[in-house]
């Protein structure tokens, strides 16, 4: 009877799903960039928006079931999928079905990599000492401004937010609830671009997706990231904790 325990300890079994994931997305970066593109949105517009008109709660749940499989595996296309949202279902509806998969395919990746990989770091990272201890305190403080920062600036990579929060022992809570709140003002931006996709396509043109860095829509995003980072600076400069 203590077999399959047993073998669910094993360390090659509880890597596996990471390792399975990590191949999809190398298989993927390789075989699918040309496929999750603008391009080929654009070729199949009139189909999707036709299906959409029919059944709009099934393109909605393709939709979200794609977007999930993408930010899961990290393929590419996570970019085109944000606007494809916006561009089928609307700014509201876009952004909610978006926040909602992004969410989801992050919690994946999160628990693939916690399984495996995350629970021997973590078991490492709690019995260490002296600097990797005072990091470990220092996370732990800050967990949730940490958690809110790397969502907020835009320069930390999407899969990069996903798997070192679950390679240093977050609570899965603390990054679930983070996660959906920290990507929304991102989702809004990517899913307001594709809103106006139509008129774009019209034009022959490709979505302008520099506009996340135009002066009035980061500037707000920096000044949520500020307001995610002023926890860590306080305890920092009172000297309570060395990040």
Do not use: C
């Amino acid at each position: 009877m203590s077999e399959a325990p047993d073998l669910a300890k094993h360390p090659i079994i509880r890597h596996l799903p990471l390792l399975f994931v990590l191949s999809v997305a190398v298989i993927g970066a390789l075989t699918l960039r040309e496929y999750l593109s603008f391009d080929t949105l654009r070729d199949n517009r009139e189909s999707l928006l036709a299906y959409r008109d029919q059944n709009f709660l099934g393109l909605a749940v393709v939709f979200i079931g794609v977007y999930i499989v993408i930010v899961a595996f990290s393929l590419p296309g996570a970019a085109v999928a944000s606007v494809t949202g916006g561009f089928l279902f609307g700014l509201f509806a876009g952004t909610v079905f978006n926040i909602t998969a992004a969410t989801i395919g992050a919690a994946a990746i999160f628990l693939a990599a916690r399984w495996g990989l995350g629970e021997m770091l973590t078991a490492k990272l709690e019995a260490s000492e002296g600097r990797m201890q005072a990091f470990k305190n220092g996370l732990r403080e800050n967990e949730v401004s940490v958690l809110l920062l790397i969502r907020l600036v835009p320069a930390v990579p999407f899969f990069v937010a996903n798997l070192l929060p679950a390679l240093v022992g977050v609570k899965f809570r603390t990054f679930l609830w983070t996660t959906a709140i920290g990507i929304i003002p991102g989702g809004i931006v990517f899913t307001w671009i594709g809103v106006g996709l139509g008129e774009v396509f019209d034009r022959g043109g490709d979505p302008d997706l520099s506009l996340l860095w135009e002066p009035h829509i980061i500037g707000p995003i920096l000044a949520l990231s500020a307001l995610a980072a002023l926890p860590i600076l306080i305890n920092t400069l009172r000297g309570k904790k060395e990040i």
